[in-house]
């Protein structure tokens, strides 16, 4: 069982042994044990309140194992509009509710919900459930490690 205890600097040079792709709910995980398609066990003991990102290093206590962390495509509702206001009315929306989402400049993405999903047809923009990776938004008083 390696043991993965510590996040790298995105400057870090260093190269990744394997890839780890996790959903959104696992990259919230802060001790979690996980096992790599080679059957590898790994477990993670971070600090309370880190958020693995898509392209995060860690690295194994012993420091010989560098793993990078993937965003897995996962089911998704993704959001759009021809009208930016109408995109920005369901952002609305969607926060006032505190749905995790992912926010770009064309689309918003969110875990499956049928009631968030006919609200959303309501508001007249367009939902397509698809497989995707989904990096929500980091809450706003929330503290990088």
């Given at each position: 069982m390696l043991t993965l205890t510590?996040?790298?600097n995105s400057a870090t040079e260093l190269s990744a042994n394997f890839t780890?792709?996790?959903?959104?709910?696992?990259?919230?995980?802060?001790?979690?044990?996980?096992?790599?398609?080679?059957g590898q066990g790994l477990y993670l003991r971070l600090p309370r309140g880190t958020i693995l990102n898509d392209g995060d290093l860690l690295q194994s206590e012993t420091g010989e194992i560098v793993v990078q962390i993937a965003a897995k495509p996962e089911?998704?509702?993704?959001?759009?509009s021809p009208h930016p206001l109408s995109l920005l009315r369901?952002?609305?929306?969607?926060?006032n509710r505190h749905v995790p989402?992912?926010?770009t400049p064309h689309y918003l993405r969110l875990s499956p919900d049928s009631v968030l999903q006919a609200m959303l047809n309501q508001l007249g923009v367009d939902?397509?459930?698809?497989i995707a990776p989904f990096q929500p938004e980091i809450g706003a008083y929330h503290h990088h490690s």
């Open positions: 510590q996040r790298l780890l792709s996790l959903t959104a709910e696992e990259r919230t995980r802060t001790r979690y044990r996980f096992e790599t398609p080679e089911p998704v509702l993704t959001v759009t369901a952002a609305y929306h969607l926060g989402l992912e926010v939902v397509k459930p698809e």
